[in-house]
């Protein structure tokens, strides 16, 4: 069954569907919204690497195999199957190159510093192609910086990448065959309006974010140097308005992940409980793509509890929390800057208008 009927044309008669009672109808469109569709796409793509990688003992290759099916699950596209699955390839593929360069340049610090800003200022400035060459370089340059943080890749590293892109390939081919070309999910936010002159100030902007959160997470000491640096890759879009709000938007996600996180490992510790959770909140996911706290927040559920379920430390989950808080503040505060001092006109604009409401 094909599911590209817009909501707006769902019925809306008094009595349901074909004289079915009006709590069966009201069900229905709440299932609908839900997105069904692609939630199981997304509990398939984050889920299954996770239940191969705990019913085998290797926890961390369920974390590198849950979060490469999110950043796969995140870079679908609606379409034909040859566009999906060509979006998977160029994504995987340049998660791939970006792992392989981290393991070569993490002994050449300042060609390594140079490689990072350029594939994010060319993430930045390729958001006008599409969602293909943004992702690719946006997830490679993420890949890059993890991998050489690490202090050594193992074969099974790289064989749960491979899994889990294998995951994603194999749910998206037999998603195609039940229910024909994905439906449309909205517009891509990199499709901006800006001329040859603002794709170069945005892409500057979202690279010196990207490159100077990478650094403060380094010298911190943090053993998840990468969150800052992507928190700005999150927030930042070639929409000086769409990106202030999504700055504060995020920050409230933030919050709303922490508290749902420490609530559910208050109750207990247990593989089955955090399963469950991160499961309940993938599948949840992209119906929230409209609601960008809710959004974010869940990513957020899903990489905390991720993180918490790989872990042999019980005394993680406190600082981890902490730390995604001082996280996200320092990658917004980033993000506010750069977008001001690139932006100062559109900003101004954007006061005054703000200001004038207030009146």
Known sequence: ???????????????????????AFWLSRIWRDLEPRRGTLFLINIGLPILIGMARGETRGALIGCITGL?????????????????TLIVAGGIAVGAFLGVWLKSFEAIFWIAFFLAVFAAGFLNQVGKG????????????AVVASFPAMSTL?????????????ASRIADHLINGPLHYAGPWLGAGSFDRWGWVRFALAYALAATIGLWIGIESASTRAVWISAITLVLMVPDVRVTYSRVFGGMIGTAFAVLVVWLVTSIG?????????????????????????????????????????????????PS????????????????????????????RSLLGVAVRKDQ
């Open 133 to 144: 060459p943004h992702f690719s370089l946006r997830f490679g340059a993420i890949s890059l």
């Open 320 to 347: 981890l929390l902490w730390e995604r808080l001082e996280d996200m503040a320092a990658g917004a505060t980033l993000v506010l800057v750069f977008t001001a001092l690139v932006f100062p006109a559109e900003t």
């Open 269 to 317: 510790q247990s593989a089955l409980l955090l399963c469950t959770a991160i499961f309940l909140a993938a599948f949840l996911l992209p119906s929230q793509v409209t609601r960008f706290w809710i959004f974010s927040g869940l990513v957020a559920v899903v990489v905390l509890l991720a993180w918490d379920l790989a872990s042999t430390d019980p005394t993680l989950e």
């Open 71 to 87: 950043l796969l699950s995140l870079a679908d596209n609606e379409g034909s199957l040859a566009s999906r699955v060509r979006l």
């Open 157 to 169: 590293d790289y064989v749960y990448w491979g899994m889990a892109g294998l995951i994603s390939l």
């Open 1 to 23: 069954m094909n599911d590209a009927q817009a909501r707006g044309d769902w019925p809306t008669r008094p009595n349901g569907r074909d004289g079915h009672p009006p709590s």
